[in-house]
């Protein structure tokens, strides 16, 4: 049986911040209330993976290192008997990827945290290697591109080198695997995703950016490495991770395209030419309101999903989508209760009742886009209703191999 979460564990000082829309009071009795509903589903049997899976979502994630170690490797589905397993050792000399993955992970000084003595971090550095090559070795069929290390060092940083090994084997050829082609092809495929997302919110915007011939080409180090190269502040990233564990696996492109869609006014207030509106939108602002862009992205998969935007993307159909429709981990094998199911569904209908009350043609005039858009764009931050049918999704194409104990 797992060991649930501590209340220790709420004490560590990096942990995450107070989300927006509640004040510290409030929030340290719900940040209690989840260690305890987290420690509930992790105690369960089997793991109650949907309800961890909600817990990543909603507000404040995961919470701490402490619990990630034990839910990450969960919402991933990597059997126990993968974390027990020591690293082996990895040769480096004739490997072919040894020379860049060393000026990569040289580069990398900034991802770890400031004023980490330097021998601690070059021994850090020296395991961020050896999981790259570990992972590489183990997956012939995998490329390794720059930006995989920025991923890597996330998991290192927050699990350590064993548990960090076993779950980059796992997300590397599952959600990343389209990244890690022979070519850019499905990496390209996948930022195409962005701009049918703009337009489906905010036609304005979308004309705006096609008129500057701006491409997609500024998202593509935020896609590849989950945004973790661009984040100053790590528990942003860390908090980012426990979204995108627990979601679909092009979840990332749709929080890209809120991200954007937050910049409005910058956006359409910048001289419409291709450089000015890449270098505005390459440059991240550090204080966004993640909380609430989780949500929207969380709203904008349930109105906008994959399967609807792909015919307008291309026929294509890239190879971390199409292969996660092979697994079948779902409520058929981690079902939550039968009340719990019966308050989905009744949630999910009142969700699309809502949504139906919300339909506006967008050819009526600007103000009823302006409607539409903040219908879509849905401030609950709660993700209550969203944040159910994401879940239902993200575990109908969540990978599987062996169910836990």
Not at 3 to 31: L, M
Not at 91 to 97: A, L, M, S
Not at 269 to 281: I, Q
Request: charged share 25%; glycine share 2%.
């Amino acid at each position: 049986m797992e060991t649930p979460p501590s209340e220790e564990s709420v004490k560590k000082p990096r942990c995450v911040d107070v989300p927006w829309s509640v004040n510290e009071k409030d929030w340290d009795s719900r940040r209690r209330k989840k260690i305890s509903d987290i420690s509930q589903a992790l105690s369960a049997s089997p793991v109650d993976v949907a309800a961890l899976r909600r817990m990543a979502i909603s507000e404040g994630g995961l919470l701490t290192d402490e619990i990630r170690c034990q839910v990450w490797p969960r919402l991933l589905n990597v059997p126990p008997d993968n974390l027990k397993k020591e690293p082996e050792m990895v040769e480096r000399e004739n490997n072919k990827d040894y020379n860049q993955v060393l000026l990569d992970v040289q580069r990398s000084l900034r991802r770890f945290p400031p004023g980490m003595p330097d021998e601690q971090r070059e021994g850090l550095q020296e395991e961020l290697i050896n999981i790259i090559l570990r992972v590489l070795k183990h997956n012939p069929q995998l490329h390794y591109y720059q930006g995989y290390h920025d991923i890597v060092v996330t998991f290192l940083l927050v699990l350590g080198e064993r548990l960090a090994t076993a779950l980059m084997e796992k997300l590397s050829t599952h959600h990343l695997r389209d990244f890690m082609d022979p070519t850019m092809d499905n990496t390209k495929h996948i930022l195409n995703y962005l701009m049918p997302i703009i337009e489906k919110v905010n036609p304005e915007v979308h004309d705006f950016m096609q008129q500057a011939e701006v491409g997609t080409v500024f998202a593509l180090s935020w896609l590849i490495t989950w945004f973790g190269h661009v984040l100053s502040d790590f528990r942003h990233v860390v908090r980012l991770y426990d979204f995108f564990l627990a979601c679909h696996p092009l979840m990332p492109i749709y929080f890209a395209a809120v991200i954007v869609l937050y910049r409005e006014e910058e956006v359409l207030d910048c001289e419409c030419d291709m450089a000015m509106v890449h270098h505005l939108l390459s440059q991240i602002p550090q204080d966004l309101p993640y909380e609430m862009l989780i949500s929207q992205a969380g709203d904008l998969f349930v109105q906008f999903p994959p399967s609807e935007l792909a015919r307008e993307v291309s026929s294509h159909e890239s190879t971390a989508a199409s292969t996660f429709k092979d697994f079948d981990l779902a409520s058929t094998q981690q079902r939550p209760d039968s009340v719990l199911r019966r308050r989905r569904r009744q949630k999910q209908a009142a969700l699309e009742k809502q949504m139906a009350n919300s339909v506006v043609s967008v050819t009526q005039p600007s103000a009823a886009r302006r409607f539409v858009r903040l219908a879509v764009m849905g401030l609950t931050v709660a993700l209550g209703a969203a944040a159910l049918a994401v879940v239902n999704t993200a575990l109908e194409w969540a990978p599987k191999l062996d169910l836990f104990p």
